[in-house]
């Protein structure tokens, strides 16, 4: 069982930016697809942006497209999400995710079934 714990939450005016880091442990090695996802109050949790094993190959919601960037640590237990330009809109709740590296391919959010606990990103207007 891997173990996850998010941090770099915090508030921001729009227009600024957050740095979100992941940290993996317990039963931890490089064959995981990593995800972000977040959860608005009153609304369902949605994906955010993936990446590949490797770190070669990232997916992003079109929400986040040019503006966030994900990324995997040298290491690759460690996974980051780089937030600019933030809106209102993306306060959130984002939890970090991960799913078997051989989901990549047909990647779904069922495939994602190690959580952590969420960090709350806020962003004034």
């Known amino acids: 069982q891997v173990q996850l714990v998010e941090s770099g939450g915090g508030l921001v005016q729009a227009g600024g930016s957050l740095r979100l880091s992941c940290a993996t442990s317990?039963?931890?090695?490089?064959?995981?697809?990593m995800g972000w996802f977040r959860q608005a109050p009153g609304k369902e949790r949605e994906f955010v942006a993936a990446i590949s094993v490797s770190g070669s190959n990232t997916v992003y919601a079109d929400s986040v497209k040019g503006r966030f960037t994900i990324s995997r640590g040298y290491a690759k237990n460690t996974m980051y999400l780089q937030m600019n330009n933030l809106k209102p809109e993306d306060t959130a709740v984002y939890y970090c995710?991960?799913?078997?590296?051989?989901?990549?391919?047909?990647?779904?959010?069922?495939?994602?079934?190690?959580w952590g606990q969420g960090t709350q990103v806020t962003v004034s207007s």
């Open positions: 995710a991960t799913a078997p590296g051989s989901s990549w391919v047909r990647l779904s959010t069922a495939d994602f079934r190690s």
């Open positions: 317990g039963r931890t090695d490089s064959s995981y697809v």
